[in-house]
Every structure is written in structure tokens, then in C-alpha cells.
């Protein structure tokens, strides 16, 4: 039983992880009906930036606990989030906006263009920049006091820092967002242009604007989700976000794409199921090495037999 | 740039064809002068006298430019004749543009690579120089009308002559831009290359070459082939390059397969690669090597069928969500297929599964093709010229290309194409019109596999080993780039662009590292600025340019005369 615990919490604080960069698929989905393939990419990124700003303050080790947590870490996220804004409100402008109109093939195509452009770009000249490290190596991670190897018990159960500070990041940004999009202006615009982006343009919303919003919303929780895995698996490379993107993807499929709570949802199912299979699956099938293969059987049965996800209200037919 | 009124353009003609034509003679000449005073860059300018290959394809250059500017004086085109059918001035003007483009990448080529503009000689600024002035000759000149050389009649020995001289061209571009070895000369050519065809273009002589070609489809078919299967005599016995031309047949013919999913059926399938990988791993197992898991080695053509088999049966997996999904989420779906083999096939290694295929060391030793006695591995001499062992596999890849492109024409223009095309259009429509929109969707899925499965099995013979990593996410973009760069739906573009993505970065190893970099602009590039690719199937391109009326117009009215020449009976249609 204790085993169970163990496995349940390692699942929810993975699949708070991927949920985080769910939200940014959901967002811009549910707005602009785009796969944006490279938004592994952005969350790649964010991590980036959040290392490149640790470097900026002089690559601290040895502050204390209350200046790590409430000076270095905030700095350090901030730092990833205005890096990956900065570089999905680009690729909208560059590669999605000038698509909108064309088939729908098109802009996905562009999608992966751009993911293998920017992690091309981070792999070939984040080591340029002047006191980066060498990118074409995983980089070690900054540790942050109290989070970084930290841990507690509950009875027989371990629960990893790194973990702890997944969640609750996912706790606060989904209030955030929740916030964001119910109560002010620019979301509910957003709301009203997932609906219907022509009436939403009549009335007299810069649908621009709107998508802009979402793209940088989306590229926020990522830039998080960045710090947290960089603070949970030690290391950042270059090439994280392809498959962290593509389970992202597949928890906001889970959840019912275009539904912010489905993503969330989505991302946490995601991650159990994921940690629970590699531990209650028998025999040789059951190794860690088959997990990934069990995520994306889980993308396909969903895509198959619930294409509206668990969450989905919304019904999705589009060829 | 200054803007020229039309009045004063014609003021300006006969100067600037005086002044144009003068300079590109000089162009011309400066290949007698050196170019470069050290020996080892480019292809060896430094002699004075006597050009280089290069130098040579310059001095053809200008003289085509000189022509082009001092003809019209003589000929004086008059309406109704020929000789205002082509364009002489726009092709005068991009040939100017090529005569300054030329010495501008050679200058920066020499520098480059023999450190520094001092080593740059003489000739190399002559030729800049005359460029210069036959750019702005070429400014000066008045834009042609279109170009309307298809209206020239000619007689049909000459259009088979045109038609052997053109083939005779690309076999000689192709083996003269293979055997350049230093990166800046290929740049150089490639650069020239693309002026030629530029201005050959605006001249139409395309146009030309076009209605020669439909005139005679099929001389023009076997003389391509021809050409191929001359190819690995131009070697000499080279291994380098013959493996690199039977790398771009096979990633040819993959890209083929994956265009009828992705062009014909306007399925987005991001994990094609597993199809190749799955007859490959086939092929491997049932090879015969040291390493291979199941001890039984049919003879190869029942390892093709076979291997093609697995992967079309793959093919119908992955194909069948399609009952349910499409659009972007079937794209996602079969990415998610494609990760799943890479990893299964990692995984099947004896300590996370079963033993079939060696995990990630994969199955090495692959034994050489033995068909029906001859053994793929010799050298044999044929005519004095040395044939070896890739050339042999280039033969046989030949061939099954040959195979896959009469396949996918004949099923193209059949009642299956013509389905699938209906479901790309539009698919409801498509199925209220009676067609089984499910079945040939799956049919596609299973062609498009079995076609790379059997690439597949011949790649597993020619890499000599198979291993998971060849068959990652990042090959299925590649071959999705071939698809998208050369044109959806149509066999020259995809065979174009698979040659353009497997040979550039062969020839350029300098930039190895930016490969990707530029692969991924590239894309963004083709999306953004010619979604069509290169060579455009005309219902595509009208998919691309959906508000252009001119266009429309142009599609449909080559449309009706296409089927009027397929269907010359209208009742004769069902």
C-alpha cells in the first residue's frame, strides 16, 4: 500500500508537470484550432531562460534559504517566463499569423519547422551567449536551496521537494488562470473568440490581440513548468521539450483539447497512469522502458474512442 | 533603385543591348585572366589562360547573356514570328544578374577559403565588374511580353533531339556537380545552376521543352531512365557517390510512398519512418546475419513481398483510427504510432522483451543481396568501367523506384485516385458522392507502407546494419519536407526534393552542424512564401491560392484539356 502512495504521488507531481504545458496547447487550441507543435519547444526555452538569468545573478550557490526561495526562485522564473513569452509571441507573429487563412495542413508543417528550428537554435548558439555553458551537453540545473534534493516522509512514503513545488505551482497558476480568464477583459474575449471569432470580431475584440494573449498565457505556464523540471530531474538539455511537449499534448487530448480544466485533469490522469504502469504492469512489459509506449497508447485509445477527452464538452469534428 | 518610365525604357534599348552585350563578351573573357592566386580554391583559377571546369561554365554564361542582348538587334522580332515569342530581355536580365551573382559568391568562396581578398586576382574583379554593367544593362531594358515559345512548331526528330540533349544536360550537371568536392565550388555551381535555370525560364524554353516533353511522353520517360541507369558508368568505380545516389533512390521512393497518404489523400502521417524501419527490421531479421533472431533466410524477392506485407499490415494499424479521426489529430496519432515502434523496436532486446531485434545495438553484419546467383557484393567490369557494389544496389533501387512510380501513377489517374483526391477535396462530400471513404483510406495507408516497407528491405542490405535510432521523428519530418518541398501529389517534385534534402547536405559537410537549423527554416520558409513546392500539382496550388481568380482560371482551363485528351469521348465517361 505504501508502494501505491509512493507511486500515486510520483504520478501526480509528473503529471502536474504535464499539465502546466498542457494548458498552453488547450489555450491556443481552443482558440486558433492550432496544434502548436512547438510549444515543447517553449517550455524548452523557459527552462533556458530561467538558467541564463540564474547566470545573471552571478550563478549563486550558496544563499540562504529565505533569499533562495523568495528572491533567487521567483527571479529565476521570471526570467523564464519573459525568455518564452517573448519567443511564442515571435513565432505567432513569424510563422502561425502570416497561415491563418491556409490549409489547414499548412500551419502544423510550419509548427514543426519551428520546433526544430529552436531547438537547433538553443543546441547551436545558447553557448555563445557571453557566461553560458555549452548547450550541446545537458546542462546541470541550478539547485535552489530547500527544494532542490530536499525531501520529507509521510509515514513510509517519500515526497520529493521538486515535486512539492510542481504542485503547488500547478495549484497557483491554475487560480491564476482561472482568475485571468473569467474575470478580466482580455479573457473573456478569449472566451467569446474559442466560441465564435467572427461575432467575437463584430463586437469589436482585436482577435489579434487574443491570440497573442493566449499564446503568452500558454508560454508563462510552460516557462513554469520549465523551472520545475530543471529543479526535479537536476538537468536541462536542448532536446527536453520533444517528448515532455508530446505528453503535454496527449493530456490535453486526455482532458478534452480547448477545455482548460480537461488539460489540467488530463496532465494529472497522464502522469499516474504513466507512473502506476510502469509498477503494476507485470513482467518484462512492465519496465520503465515500455512507459512511454503506454502514454501514447493512451493518446491513440483516447483519440479513437473519446476524441472530446474526459472534460470535453466540446465536440471535435474537423478534417 | 530608381523607377525607369516605359517612354524612357525604349529610348534607353538599343544603348543598353549595346552596353549589356559588351559586357557580358568581357564576362566572358575574363575567364582567360586568373581568378584566384592561390591554386587550392574553388576548382584551381589560378592559370592564366587556360579556365577551370567553372571557369568554362561562366564563359558559356556570358555568351548565353551576349546572345540574349545582341540578337534582337540583327533578328529585330516582329509580331507573329517566333523571335517575339521569347522573352530576350527579361532573360537577358536575369543571365545579368547570374554574370554578377557568379564572381560575387566566387570572391567571397576565394577569400574564404585562401584567406583573405588579396588572393582574389585580376580576372575574378574583371568579372565582377562587367557583371555590374550587365546588371544594369539588364535593368535598363524593357520588360518582354510572356514568353510564348510552346507556340513554335517543331518537328518531332528536333523535339526527341531537344528532349535526349536535355536529359544528356542533367546527366552531365549531376555527375560534374557530384565530383565537386570543395564545398564553396558546389556552392558556386549550385548558384550557377539555379541563374541558368532562372533565365532559361523567363526565356520559355521551358515552355518549349514542356510541349516537346507531352509530345513525346514516352521517349521522354525512357530517356530519364535512361540516364539514371547510365549513371554509375560516369563513376569509374567511385563508391562515395553511388552511395549517396542509392541513399537518395531509397529516401525517394519512401517520400513516394508517403505522398499518396499525405498528397493524394491529404493524410498527415508524421510517422512514416516506422514503415521503412518495419521493412528494414524485417529484411534484417530474415537475412541470414550472425545477429539476426530468426534462423530462416528466404531467397530476397519473398523477403521483399514479406517485408512489404509487415509494413503494410503496420500501415493498416496506424490507418485504421482513421475511421475516426482526422486532421491534426491523425497526425498526432500516427507521430504517436511512430515513437511507439522506435521504442518497441529499442525494447525488444531480450531483458525488456523478447529478442527479435538486438535492442539498441540493432542487427549488424547484414549479409550482401545474393539474387538468383549474382552476388551484390562484387565488383564486376562492365564495357572497361568498373561497377561496384553500391552501383549494384543503385540498379536495383532503379528499378523498384521504376515499379513504385508506374504504381503511383496508374493508381493517381484511376478510379481509386481519383477517390482519394474527392476525400482530400472534401471528405462528407466525397462520401455522400458513394465513395468508401474508409476503405480507401486504408488502401492508401497500405499502398504507401508497402512501397516503403519494400525500400526498406533493400536499405537493410545496403546500410549492411539496421538499428533503432535510423528511425526517429526527426527522418519523418525529413521525409515530410520531401514531400512538402518538391510538391504534394506529383512524382518529379517529390523525387526533387528528396534528392535536394539527401544530396546538399552530403556535398556541404561544412555546415553539417546548421543542418537542422536551416532544415527547420526551410519549412517555415515553404509554408510561409510556396506551400505548393517546387514543381505544383495545379489543384493544390489552387488549394494554396484559394482567392486567386487568374489561377482558377488558368487550372481549369488545362484541367479541360487535360480530360479532353484522356477522354476524348465524352460519352465514353461513367
Not at chain 1, 204 to 233: E, K, P, Q, S, T
Not at chain 1, 281 to 299: C, E, N, R
Not at chain 2, 325 to 343: N, P
Request: glycine residues 10%; proline residues 4%; neutral net charge.
Amino acid at each position: 500500500m505504501e508502494f501505491f502512495f509512493q507511486q500515486l504521488i510520483n504520478g501526480l507531481s509528473l503529471g502536474a508537470l504535464y499539465a502546466l504545458i498542457a494548458v498552453g496547447y488547450t489555450v491556443v487550441y481552443g482558440i486558433v484550432q492550432l496544434i502548436n507543435f512547438a510549444h515543447g519547444e517553449i517550455f524548452m526555452v523557459g527552462a533556458f531562460g530561467a538558467f541564463a538569468t540564474w547566470v545573471l545573478l552571478g550563478s549563486p550557490t550558496t544563499w540562504s534559504l529565505a533569499a533562495a526561495l523568495f528572491v533567487l526562485l521567483p527571479a529565476m522564473i521570471l526570467g523564464g517566463v519573459v525568455v518564452s513569452v517573448a519567443v511564442a509571441l515571435l513565432t505567432e507573429r513569424l510563422a502561425y499569423r502570416p497561415l491563418r487563412t491556409a490549409p489547414r495542413l499548412a500551419p502544423l508543417i510550419s509548427a514543426i519547422g519551428v520546433s526544430v528550428f529552436l531547438q537547433e537554435f538553443i543546441r547551436l548558439f545558447f553557448g555563445y551567449i557571453p557566461g553560458m555553458p555549452d548547450s550541446k551537453r545537458a546542462i546541470p540545473f541550478p539547485s535552489v536551496e530547500g527544494i532542490s534534493g530536499a525531501s520529507f516522509q509521510i509515514g513510509q512514503v517519500t515526497v520529493q521537494m521538486p515535486a512539492v513545488f510542481t504542485i503547488v505551482a500547478l495549484v497557483v497558476c491554475t487560480l491564476f488562470l482561472w482568475f485571468y480568464v473569467n474575470r478580466t477583459k482580455t479573457g473573456r474575449a478569449m472566451i467569446a473568440t474559442s466560441q465564435d471569432p467572427d461575432t467575437a470580431r463584430l463586437m469589436g475584440i482585436n482577435v489579434d490581440r487574443v491570440i497573442m494573449a493566449a499564446f503568452a498565457v500558454g508560454a508563462a505556464l510552460a516557462a513554469v513548468a520549465g523551472v520545475a523540471h530543471g529543479l526535479r530531474y537536476g538537468n536541462i538539455d536542448f532536446r527536453m521539450g520533444f517528448l515532455s511537449g508530446l505528453k503535454a499534448f496527449t493530456a490535453a487530448v486526455l482532458g478534452g483539447i480547448g477545455n482548460i480544466n480537461g488539460a489540467v485533469v488530463g496532465g494529472l490522469v497522464l502522469g499516474v497512469v504513466e507512473s502506476l504502469a510502469t509498477s503494476f504492469i507485470p513482467g518484462q512489459f512492465g519496465s520503465t522502458a515500455w512507459k512511454d509506449v503506454w502514454a501514447f497508447a493512451l493518446l491513440i485509445l483516447v483519440l479513437v474512442f473519446r476524441p472530446q477527452g474526459l472534460l470535453g464538452a466540446k465536440v471535435v469534428d474537423r478534417a | 533603385m530608381m523607377t525607369i518610365g516605359s517612354e524612357s525604357r525604349q529610348r534607353f534599348e538599343l544603348p543598353a543591348r549595346i552596353v549589356g552585350g559588351v559586357a557580358a563578351v568581357v564576362a566572358a573573357a575574363s575567364v582567360l585572366l586568373s581568378w584566384s592566386y592561390d591554386p587550392a580554391a574553388l576548382d584551381d583559377m589560378s592559370f592564366w589562360g587556360a579556365p577551370s571546369p567553372l571557369q568554362f561554365h561562366y564563359l558559356a554564361l556570358g555568351a548565353l547573356a551576349a546572345i540574349l542582348y545582341l540578337l534582337p538587334i540583327a533578328l529585330r522580332p516582329r509580331n507573329g514570328s517566333w523571335t517575339n515569342w521569347v522573352a530576350w530581355n527579361t532573360a537577358a536580365r536575369f543571365a545579368s544578374f547570374t554574370l554578377l551573382g557568379f564572381p560575387v559568391i566566387a570572391v567571397i568562396a576565394i577569400a574564404l577559403e585562401a584567406g583573405g581578398l588579396i588572393n582574389v586576382d585580376p580576372g575574378a574583379w574583371l568579372a565582377l565588374g562587367a557583371g555590374v554593367v550587365a546588371t544594369l544593362a539588364g535593368v535598363l531594358l524593357p520588360t518582354s511580353p510572356e514568353p510564348a515559345m510552346h507556340r513554335i512548331k517543331t518537328h518531332p526528330v528536333i523535339q526527341i533531339l531537344a528532349i535526349a540533349a536535355g536529359m544528356g544536360a542533367l546527366l552531365f550537371a549531376a555527375v560534374f556537380a557530384l565530383g565537386l568536392q570543395d564545398a564553396g565550388a558546389f556552392l558556386l555551381y549550385a548558384g550557377f545552376a539555379a541563374g541558368l535555370v532562372l533565365t532559361l525560364l523567363r526565356l520559355g524554353v521551358f515552355g518549349w521543352l514542356a510541349v516537346c516533353a507531352a509530345a513525346n511522353k514516352r521517349v521522354l520517360v525512357l530517356a530519364a531512365f535512361f540516364v539514371a541507369f547510365a549513371f554509375p558508368f560516369t563513376q569509374n568505380g567511385s563508391e562515395a557517390n553511388m552511395s549517396i545516389a542509392t541513399q537518395v533512390l531509397i529516401f525517394g521512393a519512401t517520400a513516394l510512398g508517403l505522398n499518396i497518404v499525405v498528397g493524394l489523400v491529404g493524410l498527415l502521417d508524421l510517422g512514416y519512418i516506422a514503415f521503412l524501419g518495419a521493412g528494414a527490421f524485417t529484411s534484417a531479421v530474415l537475412s541470414g546475419s550472425a545477429f539476426a533472431t530468426i534462423n530462416w533466410t528466404p531467397p530476397f524477392w519473398l523477403t521483399v513481398l514479406i517485408s512489404g506485407t509487415v509494413a503494410s499490415l503496420l500501415g493498416l494499424l496506424i490507418g485504421s483510427p482513421t475511421l475516426r479521426v482526422s486532421g491534426d489529430y491523425l497526425a498526432i496519432v500516427t507521430l504517436a504510432f511512430g515513437e511507439i515502434f522506435r521504442i518497441t523496436m529499442n525494447n525488444l532486446d531480450g531483458s525488456d522483451g523478447p529478442n527479435v531485434t538486438n535492442g539498441s545495438d540493432g542487427i549488424p553484419g547484414i549479409p550482401d543481396l545474393n539474387f538468383f546467383g549474382f552476388d551484390f557484393g562484387a565488383t564486376h567490369v562492365i564495357f572497361g568501367v568498373t561497377i561496384g557494389r553500391f552501383a549494384n544496389y543503385f540498379w536495383l533501387m532503379l528499378l523498384i523506384l521504376a515499379l513504385i512510380i508506374v504504381v503511383f501513377t496508374n493508381l493517381n489517374r484511376s478510379r481509386i485516385g481519383r477517390g482519394w483526391v474527392a476525400i482530400r477535396e472534401d471528405e462528407l462530400a466525397a462520401e455522400a458522392m458513394g465513395v468508401n471513404t474508409f476503405a480507401l483510406k486504408l488502401l492508401a495507408f497500405a499502398t504507401g507502407a508497402f512501397l516503403a516497407g519494400v525500400a526498406g528491405a533493400v536499405k537493410a542490405h545496403h546500410d549492411v546494419s539496421v538499428t533503432p535510432d535510423q528511425y526517429v521523428f526527426l527522418e519523418s519530418a525529413f521525409l515530410l519536407a520531401a514531400v512538402v518541398l518538391g510538391g504534394m501529389g506529383t512524382v518529379m517534385g517529390v523525387l526533387i526534393g528528396a534528392t535536394i534534402l539527401k544530396l546538399l547536405p552530403e556535398k556541404l559537410r561544412f555546415f553539417s552542424d546548421y543542418r537542422l537549423l536551416l532544415f527547420g527554416l526551410l519549412l517555415v520558409f515553404m509554408m510561409r512564401f510556396r506551400p505548393e513546392g517546387i514543381i505544383a500539382d495545379e489543384r493544390r496550388q489552387l488549394e494554396f491560392h484559394a482567392t486567386d481568380e487568374e489561377l482558377a482560371e488558368e487550372v481549369e482551363e488545362e484541367l479541360v484539356t487535360y480530360h479532353a485528351h484522356y477522354n476524348p469521348d465524352p460519352k465514353g465517361q461513367k
